[in-house]
C-alpha cells in the first residue's frame, strides 16, 4: 500500500498571505506539479444567443511566457455564450480607449471589445491594464488596473474574464474557481485539484487504493473525501494550504459520502455503524456525532440547501433509490422524486430553487435537473454513464462524471442543456469531480 | 521542505500500520489451528479432517465465500442459502473465529449508492448468519461498493460476477 499526501499549490489563496510560504508552495509544485498534463477541454454545442466580443491582444504580452488575452478569449468561448470576433484580422489592434475606432470594430461583429497592456515594473513585478468597451454605445463598460507577479497571469487573465461576464451577462463568472477529480490509471488513484480550465491540475493525494466523494469546504481552504486507503472507507479531511489531514469519520463498517453545512462547521456523512446506510451530522473536527435519518433501507448522498435549513438525498425506502428532502433535525420528510425507478446523486443548485441529480432513462444514466416549486423535470445530457453532478457556484453550468467508449471523462453541461464540454487527460480514468466555490478572497 | 518530510513520516506511518496487520497473521494462523481441532474435536467420525482445515477443503462447502445478486437486488437467492447457513454454524461453533462479509455492486449508478448498495448485500449475509446464531462481535460487514471490481468488462459477463459478497475469514 503507498499513500502520498500532498499539498497543492494554491497560490491564488497564497498571495493574501506571505511570501516565504508561497516559496514552499512553489517548490512542492516543481515536485510535484508538473508530472501532470493538463485537463483538454473540448466544446460541444453553444448558447442560443451569443453576444459577439472582441478581446484585443494586449500590449506587451508578447514578450511574457503567459499572454492574457488567449486566456480570457478561451474562458469566454467555453461558457457557450459568447463569440470571439477575430482580432488578430483587424489592421489596428488599439490598447487604449482613445485608439480605438469603433465603427470599425462594429464592421467586424464586435458588440464589446476588450483592450489592455501588461507594463513591467522596475521592482520586476507587472501592471495589467484593462478596459471593457462597449462598441455599439461608444462607452466604457469597466476598467481595472492590477499589479501582479508573473505567476498570477493567469489567475488575473481569468478574473477579467469574469468581470467581462459579469458586464455583459449580468451573472457571478466563475472562471477563477477551481475543480477537485480523481484520476484513476491502473491500481494508481489520485485525488487533484485543477483550475476550471482544466490548467495547473495538482496532486492532493496518491493512493494505491481508491479515493471517493471529494468535498470543498465552503471557504475553499479544504477537501473532505472518502479513502479506502485502510481497506474499508473512510472520510478524511485534508487542507490544501499546509496538506495536513486528519481522520473525520472512522466508526465500524463504511464511513462515506461527505458533505459540508454551508457554513463549514458541520458535515452530513453516512455511516453504517447502526447497520444500514443512514446519515449523520458530525462536527467538521470530528465531535458531536448525532444520527439524523432513521429507515431501515438505504439513506445516503447527503447535499445542503444553500440557507442550511435542509438536505436532499437518495433513499430506497419506497422500493427503489429516489430523492428525498428533510431538514437539518432529521424531520418533515417528503419524497421529491416521482418518475422513472433509479434517481440517485441529488445535489442543490446554488440559489436553492432547483436540485440536480442522476436519472436512469431505459438503462442510461443521465443528468437531470428538477425545480423545487414545480417539480418539474429536464434531462440535461445525452451522454449514457453519468454519474455525481455538480453546480458551478453561479448555478449557470453543471460538472459531471460520465465515459466515452469506456473511459472515465468529465463533462460539462449548461443547466439549461444547451452548452455541452467534455474534459479529459491524456490518460487514464477521470472521475468523481466536484465544483469549487467562489473564493472570497477573489 | 517540511512538507515533503511530513510526508514521507506519514508513509512511514502508514508502512507501520500495514506491518501491524501482517504481524496479526500469524495470531490467525494459531486461532484457525485451534478452529481446525475443535473442528476434528466436535466431528470425531471424520478420519481425513484431523489435519484439513475444512475452510480451504475445496470439497467441503465452506471453501465456498461468494453469494451472487441479480441488478438493484441484495437478496441473498435460494441457492447461496446452504453455504451461508454452513459458514453460520461453523462461527457458532467456533467462537473464536471471525469473518468480515465484503459487498461489492457492478459499475453502473453512483458510486455512494453503490457503496450503500454493498452493503446492504453483506448485511443480508450477517442477519441471515444472526439468525443462524452469529453474534456481530463476529462479523463485520464493509462495502467496496463498485470500487473494487473481481471482472473489469463493461458487460453483464463481468458485472454479474462483480454483483457480489464475499464471505472473509480473519487472518486469510
Known sequence: MEILIMKPNMSRVMYF?????????????????????ALTIEIVGSGANQIPVAIVPFAGEAALPQGISTVVAADLQRSGLFKIVDSAAAPFQPHEQSEVNYTDWRARGAEAL???????LPDGKLEVRFHLLDAVKQTPLAGYSYVISAAQLRATAHKIADLIYEKLTGDVGVFGTRIAYIVKSGKHHELQVADADGYGAQTVLASSEPIISPSWSPDGTRLAYVSFE?????????????????????????????????????????????????????NADGSGLKRLSYSSGIDTEPSFSPDGAWIIYTSDRGGSPQIYRMNTSGNSVQRLTFEGNYNVSPRFSPDGKSFTFIQRVSGSFHVALQ?????????????????????????????????????????????????????????????????GPLLKSQ | ??????????????????????KEQPKAAVEDRSAAQQQAAARPMDQAGVEANPLKDPNNILSKRSVYYDYDKSNVKDEYKPMVEAHAKYLASHKAAKVAVQGNTDERGSREYNIALGNHRADSVRKMMNVLGVPDSQIETVSFGEEKPRATCHEESCWKENRRSDIVYQGE
Not at chain 1, 476588450?114 to 513591467?120: D, E, K, P, T, Y
Not at chain 1, 453550468?397 to 466515452?404: D, G, H, P, R, S
Open chain 2, 1 to 22: 521542505m517540511k512538507k515533503v518530510l511530513l510526508s514521507t513520516m506519514l508513509v512511514s506511518l502508514l508502512a507501520a500500520c500495514a506491518g501491524q496487520d501482517v
Open chain 1, 230 to 282: 485502510r481497506k474499508k472507507p473512510i472520510i478524511y479531511v485534508q487542507s490544501l494550504l499546509s496538506g495536513q489531514r486528519q481522520v473525520l469519520a472512522q466508526f465500524k463498517g463504511n464511513n462515506s459520502a461527505p458533505a459540508w453545512s454551508p457554513d463549514g462547521k458541520q458535515l452530513a456523512i453516512v455511516l453504517t455503524r447502526d447497520g444500514g446506510s443512514q446519515i449523520y451530522m458530525i
Open chain 1, 371 to 435: 425545480d423545487l416549486a414545480t417539480g418539474q423535470v429536464q434531462v440535461l445530457t445525452d451522454t449514457r454513464m453519468d454519474e455525481s453532478p455538480s453546480f458551478a457556484p453561479n448555478g449557470k453550468m453543471l460538472l459531471y462524471a460520465t465515459e466515452i467508449s469506456g473511459r472515465g471523462i468529465l463533462a460539462a453541461v449548461s443547466s439549461d442543456g444547451r452548452v455541452k464540454q467534455r474534459l479529459s487527460t491524456q490518460s487514464g480514468d477521470v472521475r468523481e469531480p466536484e465544483w
Open chain 1, 17 to 37: 498571505r506571505n511570501f516565504a510560504a508561497a516559496l514552499v508552495c512553489a517548490i512542492s509544485l516543481s515536485l510535484f506539479g508538473h508530472a501532470h498534463a
Open chain 1, 114 to 120: 476588450a483592450i489592455g497592456s501588461i507594463l513591467r
